[in-house]
């Protein structure tokens, strides 16, 4: 069965940066682009990215641009997203959520938490 | 980007009802739509996808509908495990954005 299992919760201070894994399995892991999507306290839905994990190739949301990288390794079949010159309001849950054509996020990681403070 | 609007953002109703909740886009994107389901401390579920398919396993009390700008979901008969919040999502163009969701509560 399609499982997305995410790294664990993280407490960062500002400035500084995070680094999430999503390690797919139950798929061929280079067949599906992968998001990530994120939700802060009491908030809504927030998409942040796509990343194709076969070629690499990425697209960011443009308030997010030059803080944010995502990656894969497919010989781990795992997607990467990392957020630099974190401030509070990057405090949030972070998804990765797999797109399956018409069907767009099918299956959701458990979620991880970042909290950002001082 | 696309702005989807969804209402209402909260409403209450009892177990048996019929609830309708609506998304509406800024500009066209086909039934580039799919909607979700998501319970506290849960991550989201999808429900329907392009604007009137049910994703398998979701029960047919849920529906879809729309194309171009107007949408709507539509729960035949609410069940207490249907109290949780909807989001609709546009995957026309990037980026992708959903609308801004609807609190389900018990009355």
């Known amino acids: 069965q399609v499982q997305l299992v995410q790294s664990g919760a993280e407490v960062k201070k500002p400035g500084a940066s995070v680094k999430i894994s999503c390690e797919a399995s139950g798929y061929t892991f280079t067949n599906y682009y992968m998001h990530w999507v994120r939700q802060a306290p009491g908030q809504g839905l927030d998409w942040m990215g796509i990343?194709?994990?076969?070629?690499?190739?990425?697209n960011y949301a443009q308030k997010l641009q030059g803080r944010v990288t995502m990656t894969s390794d497919t010989s781990t079949s795992t997607v990467y997203m990392e957020l630099s010159s974190l401030r509070s309001e990057d405090t949030a849950v972070y998804y990765c959520?797999?797109?399956?054509?018409?069907?767009?996020?099918?299956?959701w990681g458990q979620g991880t938490l970042v909290t950002v403070s001082s | 980007a696309i702005q989807m609007t969804q209402s209402p953002s909260s409403l209450s109703a009892s177990v048996g009802d019929r609830v309708t909740i609506t998304c509406r886009a800024s500009?066209?994107?086909?039934?580039?739509l799919g909607w979700y389901q998501q319970k506290p401390g849960k991550a989201p579920k999808l429900l329907i996808y392009a604007a009137s398919s049910l994703q398998s396993g979701v029960p047919s009390r849920f529906s879809g509908s729309g194309s171009g700008t107007d949408f709507t979901l539509t729960v035949s008969s609410l069940q207490p495990e249907d109290f949780a919040t909807y989001y609709c999502?546009?995957?026309?163009?990037?980026?992708?954005?959903f609308g801004q969701g609807t609190k389900v509560e018990i009355k």
């Open positions: 959520a797999r797109e399956a054509g018409e069907s767009p996020f099918d299956y």
């Open positions: 999502l546009q995957h026309y163009n990037y980026p992708w954005t």
């Open positions: 990343i194709n994990p076969s070629g690499g190739n990425t």
């Open positions: 500009q066209g994107i086909r039934n580039d």
